[in-house]
Nanobody, 120 residues
């Protein structure tokens, strides 16, 4: 079972990036898929989730209106379109998966992370 995140890079403030996460080894169709990030010296924080049930999306206040999560259930992928990037968005971004029926807030599977650096 593997989650592979990609798409990170170095951009200037105001620019855009699109992160992708490909799941392999099993189907994640019945999983909620999320993006998290960890900035240098800070704790990991939740960014966004795309749920299995209801196909709903949710965003942290810090990215609402700038980031858009999308998902292709057939291809087992989840993406994060990040627009109007700010230096404070600089972090390693991780994709993660949690079975939709889980009552825990903890995610079961994690990708290796992709670095996003936003220069001012």
């Amino acid at each position: 079972v593997q989650l592979q995140a990609s798409g990170g890079g170095l951009v200037q403030a105001g620019e855009s990036l699109r992160l992708s996460c490909a799941a392999s080894g099993r189907s994640f169709s019945r999983y909620d898929m999320g993006w998290f990030r960890q900035a240098p010296g800070k704790e990991r924080e939740w960014v966004s989730t795309f749920t299995f049930r209801g196909r709903t999306t949710a965003y942290a206040d810090s990215v609402k209106g700038r980031f858009t999560i999308s998902r292709d259930f057939g291809k087992n992928t989840v993406s994060l379109q990040m627009n109007d990037l700010k230096p404070e968005d600089t972090a390693v971004y991780f994709c993660a998966a949690k079975h939709f029926s889980s009552s825990s807030k903890e995610y079961d599977y994690w990708g290796q992370g992709t670095l996003v650096t936003v220069s001012s």
